[in-house]
């Protein structure tokens, strides 16, 4: 009923930039967290960034003052705005999404996924 599509990502040089965007669509009464997470191979998936209904951020260690999470609430969309990129933020990139249905019901979703791929 609700579909995460991620787009951006692919294959970039290190120190390079890129964005990352995810919009929820279907049935969605609001959105509270939004968040991107990333996994790479033979890794566990790790939390980047997530942002609050009301703006607030929170960010892994290792790429703050790099990376910067944003979101477009009338669209139910997320950004991911990367930069100053680094060969070990290669990684499959999945947003997540808890929402809210109109009976009040939340779950968390998660999108598909985009590869980053950042060549040294």
């Known amino acids: 009923q609700v579909q995460l599509v991620e787009s951006g990502g692919g294959l970039v040089q290190a120190g390079a930039s890129t964005r990352l965007s995810c919009a929820a669509s279907?049935?969605?009464?609001?959105?509270?967290?939004m968040g991107w997470y990333r996994q790479a191979p033979g890794k566990q998936r790790e939390l980047v960034a997530r942002i609050t209904s009301g703006g607030s951020t929170d960010y892994a260690d290792s790429v703050k003052g790099r990376f910067t999470i944003s979101r477009d609430s009338a669209k139910n969309t997320v950004y991911l705005q990367m930069n100053s990129l680094k060969p070990e933020d290669t990684a499959v990139y999945y947003c997540?999404?808890?929402?809210?249905?109109?009976?009040?019901?939340?779950?968390?979703?998660w999108g598909q996924g985009t590869q980053v791929t950042v060549s040294s």
């Open positions: 997540n999404a808890d929402i809210v249905q109109a009976d009040l019901y939340e779950y968390t979703d």
């Open positions: 279907g049935s969605i009464f609001s959105i509270n967290v």
